[in-house]
């Protein structure tokens, strides 16, 4: 009589696991949703798997914000307190490491946000991240900037200070230890 074979495991099955606790910890940031779609939308893209893994594995903590009310998509947004520890001490973009003669940073945000198949939240976005909870009380996370700050030299980042949300600006090629980026993938 032969053996059932045993069911291989998927490599994804530990983080599927991280991403239904916090789900299921945190309803108040998707009100109305329920896992088992969440579940299905993943199955259904592959790919977005291996964004989140690198969200986690950067210490983003990645959690169901809420769904898109025109493409019906879910949004997975960065929900760790502070700005990921694994996405810090970056400049904006490609230009911003290109303009700096010394002490250039190992990258920037915005490619290594797009080598996760994430974007950076915008300042909309960011804001109605704050609605769901307090996030970057001591650090900071660069946000999408638009194309005329961009032009000057700037980039825009956020933080919560003093029960507030704030949008600053900086010139693009800074960087510091206590800012990165949050990251948002729709599914």
Not at 19 to 38: I, K, M, S, T, Y
Not at 74 to 99: K, M
Not at 117 to 146: C, H, M, N
Request: hydrophobic share 40%; proline share 5%.
């Amino acid at each position: 009589m032969a053996r059932p074979r045993p069911v291989k495991a998927s490599p994804h099955d530990a983080l599927l696991r991280t991403l239904q606790a916090r789900f299921e910890r945190h309803p108040q940031r998707h009100e109305g949703l329920a896992w088992p779609q969440g579940l299905a939308r993943l199955a259904a893209r592959p790919q977005a798997l291996r964004s989140l893994q690198a969200m986690e594995a950067s210490g983003g903590e990645p959690d169901v914000i809420g769904q898109d009310a025109a493409s019906g998509e879910w949004l997975f947004c960065d929900c760790a307190a502070e700005s990921p520890v694994g996405r810090r001490s970056l400049c904006y973009d490609e230009a911003a490491l290109q303009a700096r003669k010394e002490h250039r940073p190992a990258g920037s945000a915005v490619q290594a946000a797009a080598a996760m198949g994430v974007e950076l939240l915008d300042e909309a976005q960011y804001r109605a991240l704050q609605q769901l909870g307090r996030f970057d009380t001591k650090t900071s996370s660069w946000i999408a900037t638009p194309a005329d700050v961009r032009a000057l030299g700037g980039a825009l980042f956020g933080d919560c200070r003093y029960g507030r949300v704030f949008v600053y600006h900086n010139g693009a090629q800074s960087y510091y230890a206590a800012r990165g980026f949050r990251g948002l993938l729709r599914v």
